[in-house]
């Protein structure tokens, strides 16, 4: 079992930062990648960046440049940093994990006004 807890969600101006932290706890040693996807109301839940166990990293073209993900593995734990937010970022955000099944947090609410 793998459990993930989100953190740092919130409401932000546009063009404004946020920062979120997913901490992982249980059979941690079975992950091999963590990240973050995202779903808005209406649209499918889409991958927007991922980092591997080696420090590889994949980011959706419409964050390229803004987020960046970044891991610690002494805590479990990986980070969004989400800047020049945008309205189009409002979602849900939901950290992932890739093991021997894919693992979900509960999801924590970012929301961008414009």
């Known amino acids: 079992q793998v459990q993930l807890v989100e953190s740092g969600g919130g409401l932000v101006q546009a063009g404004g930062s946020l920062r979120l932290s997913c901490a992982a706890s249980g059979t941690i040693w079975s992950i091999s990648a963590m990240g973050w996807y995202r779903q808005a109301p209406g649209n499918q839940r889409e991958l927007v960046a991922s980092i591997t166990r080696r420090g590889s990293t994949n980011y959706a073209d419409s964050v390229k440049g803004r987020f960046t993900i970044s891991g610690d593995n002494d805590k479990n734990a990986v980070h969004l940093q989400m800047n020049s937010l945008k309205p189009e970022d409002t979602a849900v955000y939901y950290c992932?994990?890739?093991?021997?099944?894919?693992?979900w947090g509960q999801g924590t609410q970012v929301t961008v006004s414009s």
């Open positions: 992932h994990a890739d093991s021997w099944r894919q693992w």
